[in-house]
Every structure is written in structure tokens, then in C-alpha cells.
């Protein structure tokens, strides 16, 4: 697999800074190697991943904690300068606090929110995201129609507390609109809960959802094609 900026200089990409967020998660090693343009390197380390985005003028970054596996290699505490006796674990926070602090004023970093989780953790985890300097928010895929699972409704109502408490702190919130019919059975996968979405029709929710939040960015997620593109931009 390639990363981001991998593919970017593979194809000769141009990169337009105010239409492109790099993901980026905490299944990396650490070395002391900088990005060198001139010689082969591997992207799974952490700081030739940065430098290399940095080269080509990424300035947004989404930074999660991931979802990996065994085969794949995971930041340590200690690989960015945490104490492994009081930090066990590397997440979004300490991979934020790092890259503010080892690359200052190079990034606008933002965040993943999941709205189906209970409320009280995850507002609590977005707390500690902010603290350290996560600047937006992206939202797991906003799904209007409530009456086919109970916990679709306390979903929607952990996101107007969110969104509450971003539009206090001026923080800016983008919402994930899930675009494909066909793949909506990966919808539980995506949200990590086994829920029920009913029958899901993707064109009715993002109706629904610029009705709701008209004032409100959105990511369009899984969609396809020109044709898919240019409907939806009658709703954006």
C-alpha cells in the first residue's frame, strides 16, 4: 500500500492546498531519517511521511488514531517523547501534541468525531483533541432517518451537542455524508456499531442534512463519478 504523498509524486499530482487533508494515523515507526526527494524511503516512518507532505505543500491534516493491524507497525509513547509509565498508548492527541511541536505553524490539523459512540466518552475524548490543538472536525457519516434504530437518535443528538459546543468555541465542524446505496451494508463497519440504517437512501439524507445544518460544510464520502458529483452539487 502507498501513502498519500506516495501516490501524490507517483502520479505527478498537483496539489491544491485548500481541497486536500491528508490523513494521517498512529500505525508508523519512528526513526531519526529525513525525507530525502532523491532516494527510496519507506513512508511507514512517521517524519519522512510529514516531510515528504510538507515537500509537496499539504497543509491540512486529519489525524486519528486508526484502525491497524498486527502486521503493521505502531508508534510507542516514548517514540515521541512521552514517558510509557504515564502514556501507554499512542492516540490522535499525542500524534497532534508531536507534529505541533516538532513542525510548528506547518499544518491545520483536525479530528475525527464519532457520534455514535456514548456521548460522555467521546465529548470527553474531543475535549482532549481540542486541548491540544485540533482546529476542525470531522464528523463519522450523519444519518437523518431515525425510525429504523433507536440509537440513530441518540446518535443525532451527541452530534447537536457537539455541534453546540464547536460553534462555542469557533471551532469549525464538517459533516460526513455517506453518497453509495450499494455499500451502505459497510455502514457499521464504518461506524464501528453494529446498528441498523434501514434503507438507506443517500440522495434523501443529504437532502435531509442540508435542511437540518444548511450552514454547514460537507464531506461527501463514497461517491462516485461525474454524474454523482454534479447531483450533488444541487445540494451543497
Known amino acids: 500500500s502507498y501513502t498519500g504523498p506516495e501516490m501524490i509524486s507517483a502520479l505527478d499530482l498537483s496539489v491544491f492546498p485548500e481541497k486536500l487533508a491528508l490523513h494521517l494515523n498512529t500505525f508508523h515507526r519512528k526513526t531519526e531519517e529525513k525525507y530525502d526527494p532523491t532516494k527510496e524511503q519507506s513512508e511507514q516512518d512517521l517524519d519522512i511521511l510529514i516531510q515528504h507532505a510538507i515537500a509537496l505543500g499539504v497543509k491540512y491534516l486529519l489525524c486519528v488514531s486508526g484502525d491497524g493491524s498486527e502486521r503493521l507497525p505502531r508508534l510507542r509513547p516514548e517514540d515521541l517523547g512521552y514517558d510509557p509509565e504515564t502514556v501507554k498508548t499512542v492516540t490522535s492527541v499525542q500524534l497532534i501534541e508531536y507534529i505541533n511541536k516538532t513542525y510548528p ?3 491545520t490539523i483536525g479530528v475525527a468525531f464519532n457520534q455514535y459512540e456514548p456521548a460522555e466518552e467521546e465529548l470527553a475524548k474531543l475535549d482532549r483533541k481540542l486541548a491540544v ?3 476542525f472536525i470531522i464528523t463519522q457519516p450523519v444519518v437523518m432517518d431515525e425510525t429504523s434504530d433507536p440509537r440513530l437518535k441518540r446518535a443525532n443528538e451527541t452530534l447537536r451537542e457537539m455541534l453546540r459546543r464547536a460553534d462555542a468555541a469557533g471551532i469549525q465542524v464538517i459533516l460526513e455524508a455517506w453518497m453509495s446505496q450499494k455499500l451502505a451494508y ?3 463497519q464504518c461506524v464501528g456499531h453494529d446498528i441498523d440504517f434501514g434503507a438507506f437512501d443517500p440522495w434523501a439524507n443529504l437532502k435531509a442534512m442540508r435542511e437540518a445544518y444548511p450552514e454547514k460544510k460537507v464531506y461527501l464520502s463514497m461517491i462516485f463519478g ?9 445540494y451543497l
Open 105 to 107: 505553524g506547518q499544518f
Open 133 to 135: 490543538g485540533a482546529a
Open 186 to 188: 459497510l455502514l457499521p
Open 226 to 234: 461525474r454524474e454523482g458529483l454534479a447531483r450533488a452539487e444541487t
